[in-house]
């Protein structure tokens, strides 16, 4: 079965640099979630899209914006990084009837900053 | 806001025991409560779930938990320990009533198994 794709897996940056990050739900899921897990931590709920809108925001930093997209994959923009956004970034996607769906995660990308 | 605590940052078991990992919840509503696993360098993996209905709950790899509402607990248990069953485990909890879907989850148990 089609799983969550993420692209890059793995992210070098320099501190103050822009990274982008990408999501391809599971077919036909359009609703999509951004975590991010520091090291050593539990996933921390970022944002999150539903037909293309926003639909929940969370802990996520002013120089993060996201967006879903027409066919609905999604991308994280990162700007002026830093040290400690150095993570794990996940994304989920759910279904149309996500009132009862689950959360399926992709791999996720690793960025590290220096 | 829902959250949920872990009892025990690491637990240690031996092959053929039985797992046992403690997850408490405190929501305003009935929650919606998953276990995921993570092994080392790789995403997240759905064990199972509880939504409504029957409250004792199978998923996969011969994992099961019981969401006790009186205890406000979700503890996921296996009968026998295998050593592939090695990888952090994590509660999370989803309010989806109010369709605030998001998860969240605890702080992790780490599961080691000793041959």
Redesign the interface.
């Known amino acids: 079965a089609a799983g969550v794709i993420q692209s890059p897996r793995h992210l070098i940056k320099e501190k103050r640099e822009t990274a982008t990050l990408k999501c391809y739900p599971i077919p036909r899921h359009d609703t999509v979630y951004w975590y991010q897990q520091g090291p050593g931590q539990d996933p921390q709920f970022l944002i999150s899209f539903y037909e293309k809108m926003q639909s929940d925001k969370g802990s996520i930093p002013d120089r993060f914006s996201a967006q879903q997209f027409s066919d609905y994959h999604s991308e994280l923009n990162m700007s002026s990084l830093e040290l400690g956004d150095s993570a794990l970034y996940f994304c989920a996607s759910a279904g149309t009837l996500s009132f009862t769906d689950t959360q399926y995660f992709g791999p996720g990308t690793r960025l590290t900053v220096l | 806001a829902q959250s949920v605590t872990q009892l025990g940052s690491h637990v240690s078991v031996s092959e053929g025991a039985l797992v046992l990992l403690r997850c408490n919840y405190s929501s305003s509503v009935p929650p919606y409560l ?1 276990w ?1 696993v993570q092994y080392p ?6 064990l199972l ?1 509880y ?1 409504t209905g029957a409250t004792l709950v199978k998923g996969i790899n011969g994992f099961e938990a019981e969401f006790k509402k009186s205890e406000t607990s979700f503890h996921l248990t296996k009968p026998s320990a295998h050593m592939s069953d090695a990888a952090e485990y ?1 509660c999370a909890v989803s309010d ?1 009533q109010f ?10 148990t780490r599961l080691t198994i000793i041959p």
């Open positions: 998953f995921y360098n790789q995403g997240l993996q759905l779930k939504t994590f989806l369709g605030n879907e998001k998860l969240t989850f605890g702080t992790g």
